[in-house]
């Protein structure tokens, strides 16, 4: 992958945080050489026979299943997040989530970063306000992705688009 500096991070596993949705990366750093592992998005949906605190519960659990399994496949040294902030009514939902990755922190012994979304955008694609869209164009066009990769969910550029700041940041000691 062009366009990411050198890392010492064996795996780092960026992701974006929403409530029924997780876009992440698994990367993997050896001296020069950056592989993308894998890229998607975990999803849940929504299940209208429950109460919604029963779903929110369902959806978290389903969350926590899926990521566990990744996190046993690719044993991530440090996990990148977008920062999320708290959009009024979200709070409830926001902090199961990070519940979820709190435990699955100590679980797993990952160090979690979180990077600001709009200092995420500035450094891909030189404007703190671009667009989803203006993200996975920036990062198709500067990195060497197979193509596999290229009809990804935002979500999931957004997880690469903060692993590649968590990564150069991390090595210039940011």
Known sequence: MTGVQTCALPICFPVTIQHANIGFCAIKCKKENVELLNMQTVRTKRNKEYPDVIDEILRI????QQLNILFDKYKPKIVYSESVGTPVGKERKLAYIWGVFACLADKHKFQLIQINAKHVKKRITGFANAAKD????????????ESKYLDQSEHAFDALAIAITGINENENGK
């Open 134 to 145: 203006d993200i996975k164009t920036k990062l198709i066009a500067d990195l060497n992705l």
């Open 61 to 64: 659990t389903s969350i926590n």
